[in-house]
């Protein structure tokens, strides 16, 4: 509703085109309302996902909502410009208010997931738990942000043809995580996404260093392969840090560090084409691919061998599939793993006793 709401605002700023300033600052107002609606939404999606298959499938989750996110991103862009061209922006404004009620109409009746119902972490504690594995996705993202912004243009000075830039990126993307999303689930998460990262560094060092567009192209779609697992793999190290209550709470905190990524990295990345050319911007992507390695290393080496002690092992289901509250122990486990890293002792079956 809140999305749908930004419509009408878009739709407010175009009765008052005789004065510039005040339809700019009614449509950035606009913008802002669709962005806190976008965000709930991606949240929301993203911890029902986690709830309906069971935190046993966390990467799973992550990556299916991710890709219908960036699928949605790929295909809004030309229907987009396709509705400013024929119509005008008032098409563009009315699509912003129809499409979201329209999705309304597919949630209605469905039916609610079961809340768990007890107090969750202070915001504070759920940052704190989450701020590294959220720094790693962060610093994986400059390439991300690289490719978005930059790979066309960068196509467009070396003579090659700028489309294909994006779409093997978009599509390597996709079907990488459509396919092996699951991987995060049976394996180590930080270890999948630590070896992705390095994937994903490589291909940019290929867009760097192409001298032809067949290297260019191979370039971004290993970075698309890679980058598609390494936020996966790290939500799935974030939620672990979480008591079941607060996994709804902890993914949102999780995604704003990709978006400060791309929020406050792109533009900075920009100032540094300007300044070093646009091949600087890549290497740049490589620097924080290897800072994002690092931290999936540290997160890799410090997994307990032993899965039973994480939350991700004690998630339950009903013989309808529908979630029910997690087993006692899980928040328990969390409790111990807290007092061990704050170095207390906590003694583990009386917690366990009912």
């Keep these: 509703m809140i999305a749908g709401g930004a419509g009408l605002v878009y739709l407010l700023s175009l009765t008052v085109e ?22 709930f939404i991606i949240t929301g999606g993203q911890s029902w996902a986690l709830s309906i298959l069971t935190v046993r499938n966390t990467s799973k989750a992550i990556a299916w909502i991710g890709s219908a996110m960036f699928a949605a ?5 030309p229907v987009g410009t396709l509705l400013y061209t024929h119509y005008g922006f008032a098409a563009v404004a009315a699509a912003t208010v129809v499409l979201p009620l329209a999705t309304v109409l597919f949630i209605l009746p469905l039916e609610a997931v079961r809340p768990i119902r007890r107090a969750q972490a202070g915001f504070m504690k759920v940052m704190c738990s989450v701020w590294i594995p959220g720094a790693g996705a962060a610093l994986s993202s400059v390439g991300f942000g690289a490719i978005i912004a930059f790979s066309s243009l960068l196509f467009v000075a070396r003579g090659w043809a700028p489309w294909p830039a994006f779409s093997v990126f978009a599509l390597v993307f996709i079907f990488a995580r459509l396919l092996l999303g699951h991987l995060a689930d049976r394996f180590t998460a930080a270890k999948v996404a630590f070896f992705c990262v390095l994937v994903e560094a490589t291909g940019l060092a290929l867009i760097w260093l192409a001298s032809n567009f067949s290297i260019g192209l191979l370039g971004t779609g290993l970075t698309g392969l890679g980058y598609s697992l390494v936020y996966p ?3 799935v190290e974030a939620v672990r840090q979480v008591p079941a209550q607060s996994r709804g709470l902890a993914m949102g905190a999780y995604t704003a560090f990709l978006d400060i990524a791309l929020g406050f ?7 540094l084409a300007a300044r070093a050319g646009l091949a600087s911007v890549f290497v740049a992507g490589i620097i924080g691919a290897f800072g994002a390695a690092g931290i999936a290393a540290g997160l890799w080496h410090k997994t307990p061998p032993s899965r039973d002690e994480s939350p991700l092992a004690c998630a339950e289901t009903d013989p309808k599939g529908d979630r029910v509250a997690p087993c006692h122990r899980e928040n328990v486990a969390w409790q111990v793993q807290t007092r061990r890293r704050n170095g207390q002792r906590h003694d583990v079956h009386a917690a366990l006793r009912p």
């Design 18 to 39: 005789a004065r510039p300033p005040l339809s700019v600052a009614i449509l950035l107002a606009g913008r802002a309302l669709l962005g806190i609606g976008e965000s």
């Design 73 to 77: 991103f790929a295909a809004g862009a």
């Design 233 to 235: 793999g790290l939500g």
């Design 265 to 271: 990295g792109t533009p900075a990345l920009g100032l």
